[in-house]
Each structure stands twice: as structure tokens, then as C-alpha cells.
């Protein structure tokens, strides 16, 4: 599988800061309080380095009122000779009513891309303040941004990274190379670096902490979990893979083949096309039936290739046909493989629409029916209408970082060095290795690129002894790639971060022991 989509502290210099604390004018949701840095990046395309701004807010969180102050800024990338090589980008929210840090967790959010910046979670999950869409996750107009009721910040403080190249981060030392950071093992030495640097700036050594990705993002912090405590000597209480990739964990031919099976059929279930004795039952009581017959019939029949005997072929093809509301003509004429571009673009082929690649909610109009691609990814265009005016207004009206930097929702990171990923393992490593650490996995029914049953599969292979049972969790979604953008899983998804956070953390003097 290729994930292509895959998919910010204080200044410790003499710089002058000029206080504001005078209330603003009183209005909805306005900051209650403001510290700038002198222009940080007024009229400015080149990035300062090492800048930060304090806004103060509020919100309300399950009826609670939660006290915040949010720091948006940079902190630099060093090399081995303490030259600055590039700066991050960061937005940290930490709840003010909160006396002892030692027992608060910090929660390091990455999203994916590679390439892409923070926005995603930032603005329409965990953060305090999202966007404005509808309660499916599609634009609207006018664009904004609104309290975020089901945030995690009443239990947990939160940082919001860009790594290098995504959001306002940039590479400073033009002549660092960028193999440096343009890679699954580059990226994740630098980065355990920066967070050290983050922790030891603000004074969380002492907070439970836990990491949080989504896409490419669950690559980075899966290898993140291992790195920081081998070059950082930082233990987490929980890392959180939201849509993991396949975190080099190999799976090929008839194995690949096989596993998309029960995203086809949650798929079709969305869109109404299944026979009435699948589509009249709900999508969770249907989804095992289809994960059975993958493992249990298709993955063998795969196995024999061209050896099978014809009329077995016959009866794979006619079951397979049934979960994944394809005709069986089509799954024959391409030998029970069916590729995840044919898919989006036969499901609803009939009706004039192709399905998103990401969402597969989302529908798209091609030019013409025909073909085996889609012509765009319609879910992708449509987040991208959504996301980008509010993060652009957000970080430079309401956080007040004013920069004419473009916010790169994503970046020019590429050539990106895929070799040697072996995240997963380092994942389990970590657990091995640190008894306090547990693992959530949350996964959209409607995503193609981050399949929900590859996301199982991952988890039952990174664990093949199965002695990690009680520490790995699975949480599936009536979504996509980004559960969060529809209402009902925003709530469902943020409390169930709520849960894994509470119950992740140790009771007071309990071991970290076997």
C-alpha cells in the first residue's frame, strides 16, 4: 500500500517582549490576554528561529470551563556544532488552572504526509478551537473557527508540531542537506531532539506524555516512541495511531490482495449497494462476517493463484462480488484482485460517481465513466476548501503570530527516504521495554489509503506473541481517514482519547515492572 497523504516555547534569549494587558474588547471567543514578541515575523518572509506568542482563552469542555494560555512559535532544528540547520513551528495549549504539572499529561501531536503540517488534528480534533463545517465534515461558508466542546485539553495539555518544511517551519542553514530530515529515519532523529528541547523549555519532564499521529504521522511517532527513549531517555505512558500506515510491516501479494476486502464492504454497506441480507444489519455486525471469509477463504484462494480449481474461483468470486457490492464479471476478469483504484471508480460507476480515496463517503465527477482511475481525490479537495482559510486565519488573528510566511499545508519535503522502516517494531520495542506504555489505534470504516483491517493486521503482527494484549487498543469509526470530521465521531473519538489517556496513566507509586 502506498500512503501518499500522509498526510509548535519559549525564547531563552535577551529578546524584548511587549505585554498587552489590557482586556480586549469583550466578544465571543476573543483572547482574554496577549504577550507578543516584538514583530516576530512582520514583513517578513524569512523565518525567525527561535520566537514565540501568548495568547490566553477559555473554553468549555463536557460543561467545564478550562482556562488555557496557548504559546504559538518556533524552537530550532541544531546540528552536532550547535549551528542552527532549521526551526519548527509549534502550537502549545496548556490548561492555566492547574497547579502541579508532575501529574498532568502531555499529549505531542504529528500529523502525516509526509509533508503535511499539524492543521488537521490541530484545528478539528483534539485542539481546543475547530473549525467551522457541517456536522458530515463538508465546507461551508463563511469559514471560521469555533469551540471545540469534546477537546482533550480538560485532561490533557497539548503541542502541536510542524515538522520541517510543513506549516511556518523551515530549513534556516541553506546549506544543511536535506537528507537531514527528508526521511522515515531522519525524521525521526531530529524531531526526538526538538522534543527534548520542547519538554526541557517548558518544564514537562516530570508530565506522563504521550504521542499522537495520524497517517504517515503514526510512522513518525511509532519510531518516535523507540528513539525517545534511546536517544532522550523519555519514557511515554501512550502513543495514539490515528489511520496508522503500514509501519514497515511487510505484507505483499495474496496477504496485500486479500485485506482490502472488508473496506470494500464497509464501503459499499455506506453507499446502500449490498444485498438486503448485508445491508439491513448494522455496519459492525456485518464488517466480522466479511473479515472472516477474508482470512479464512479469500487469502488461501489468492494463495493458489492460477492452480484453483475453476468452480471454487466461481464461488470466491460470487462471495467476493456479495460483500463488495462489485459485479462478479469484473472480480473474474481481473482474478479475484481487485485494485483500490478500480474500486473507487467501479463502485458507483452506474450512478455516474466515483467514491474518495481518503473519505470514501466523499463522491467525485470524472470527465467519463469509463477507465480504471478516478480523475481527483474528491475528499482531499474538499478538505482542503474547508481547512485552509481558518488555519491562516486562526494562527495570525487569533494567536496573533503575524508572519507573511505561507502556511504550507504541505510542504516540499520530497525526495523522502523511505528505506529502512521498520516503526512498527521499534513500537513494540518500546512496549517491551518500558511496562508503563500503551498503544491506541483508531481507524475510520470509510478510509482507503489507511484501511481499517490493515490497521488490525498491523497490530496483531507487530504483537505476534500476543503478550501485549491487554496493552494494544482498537477503535473503529462511521468515517474516514479523519473520523473526527463528522459530529458524532469528533465526540465519540475525543472521549475515547479520554479514556485511553486516564486509564494509561499508573496509580501513585505503582512500578514500572513486569
Known amino acids: 500500500m ?42 517578513s518572509r524569512t523565518l525567525n528561529p527561535d520566537s514565540y506568542v501568548v495568547t490566553t482563552n477559555e473554553v468549555t469542555i463536557k460543561g467545564q470551563k478550562v482556562p488555557y494560555k496557548a504559546l504559538a512559535g518556533t524552537i530550532p532544528v541544531w546540528n552536532d556544532e550547535a549551528k542552527i540547520q532549521a526551526s519548527l513551528f509549534y502550537t502549545y495549549y496548556e490548561r492555566t488552572d492547574v497547579k502541579d504539572k508532575a501529574t498532568r499529561p502531555l499529549v505531542i501531536s504529528f500529523n502525516g504526509g509526509p509533508g503535511s503540517a499539524s492543521v488537521w488534528m490541530h484545528i478539528a480534533y483534539t485542539g481546543p478551537r475547530i473549525l467551522k463545517i457541517d456536522d458530515e465534515g463538508y465546507p461551508v461558508q463563511p469559514y471560521g473557527i469555533k469551540d471545540n466542546p469534546y477537546s482533550i485539553l480538560d485532561v490533557a495539555d497539548i503541542v502541536f508540531v510542524d515538522p520541517v518544511n510543513t506549516g511556518f517551519s523551515r530549513i534556516i542553514d541553506k546549506d544543511a542537506p536535506k537528507s537531514n530530515f527528508f526521511g522515515i529515519n531522519a525524521d525521526i532523529k531530529y524531531l ?39 536517544s532522550q531517555w523519555m519514557y511515554l505512558n501512550g502513543v495514539i495511531l490515528v489511520s496508522p500506515t503500514d509501519l514497515g510491516i511487510t505484507r505483499e501479494g495474496p496477504v496485500e490482495t486479500s485485506l482490502k476486502l472488508p ?21 459492525e455486525d456485518m464488517l466480522p462476517e466479511v473479515e472472516k471469509f477474508t482470512v479464512e477463504e479469500l487469502l488461501p ?13 466461481q464461488a470466491i468470486a460470487k462471495k467476493f462480488a456479495r460483500y463488495s457490492g462489485l459485479k462478479e464479471t469484473v472480480i473474474l476478469q481481473n482474478n479475484l484482485d481487485i485494485s483500490l483504484d478500480l474500486f473507487w471508480k467501479e463502485l458507483l460507476r452506474d450512478k455516474g460517481y466515483t467514491v474518495g480515496r481518503l473519505d470514501s463517503r466523499y463522491l467525485g465527477v470524472d470527465a467519463r465513466d469509463g477507465g480504471e482511475k478516478v480523475d481527483y481525490n474528491a475528499e482531499l479537495n474538499s478538505w482542503l476548501h474547508s481547512f485552509t482559510p481558518p488555519i491562516n486565519m486562526y494562527l495570525r488573528e487569533e494567536l496573533k503570530y503575524k508572519t507573511d510566511l505561507k502556511y504550507n499545508m504541505f510542504g516540499p519535503v520530497h525526495p523522502w527516504d523511505r528505506s529502512n522502516d521498520h516503526t512498527g517494531y521499534d513500537l513494540r520495542k518500546a512496549m517491551a521495554t518500558n511496562p508503563y506504555l500503551k498503544v491506541l489505534v483508531q481507524s475510520g470504516y470509510y478510509d482507503g489509503a489507511c ?24 477503535e473503529g469509526y462511521k468515517s474516514g481517514h479523519m473520523m473526527y470530521l463528522r459530529k ?8 475515547d482519547l479520554r479514556i485511553f489517556i486516564k486509564k494509561s496513566l499508573p496509580k501513585p507509586g505503582e512500578p514500572a515492572k513486569y
Not at 458524532?488 to 472521549?495: A, G, Q, R, T
Request: aromatic share 14%; proline share 5%; with cysteine.
Open 301 to 313: 484462494a489468492i494463495t493458489q493463484g492460477g492452480f484453483i480449481a475453476p468452480e471454487k474461483r
Open 451 to 474: 484501511d481499517y483491517f490493515n490497521a488490525k493486521y498491523s497490530m496483531w503482527q507487530m504483537d505476534p506473541s500476543g503478550k501485549f494484549k491487554d496493552r494494544l487498543f482498537w
Open 263 to 283: 473496506y470494500f464492504a464497509a464501503t459499499a454497506w455506506h453507499h446502500k449497494v449490498l444485498e438486503p441480507s448485508l445491508q439491513n444489519k448494522k455496519l
Open 488 to 495: 458524532e465521531d469528533l465526540e465519540k473519538s475525543n472521549e
Open 2 to 43: 502506498k500512503k501518499t497523504l500522509y498526510l509548535l516555547s519559549f525564547c531563552l534569549g535577551t529578546s524584548l517582549f511587549v505585554q498587552a494587558q489590557q482586556k480586549p474588547t469583550p466578544k465571543e471567543n476573543a483572547p482574554l490576554f496577549t504577550t507578543v514578541e516584538d514583530k516576530p515575523n512582520n514583513g
Open 192 to 230: 526526538a531532539e526538538w522534543i527534548g528541547t520542547f519538554v526541557n523549555r517548558n518544564n514537562r519532564w516530570a508530565s506522563p506524555k504521550f504521542l499522537i499521529g495520524e497517517s504517515y504521522g503514526t510512522t513518525r511517532v511509532s519510531g518516535l516512541a523507540n528513539a525517545l527513549q534511546e
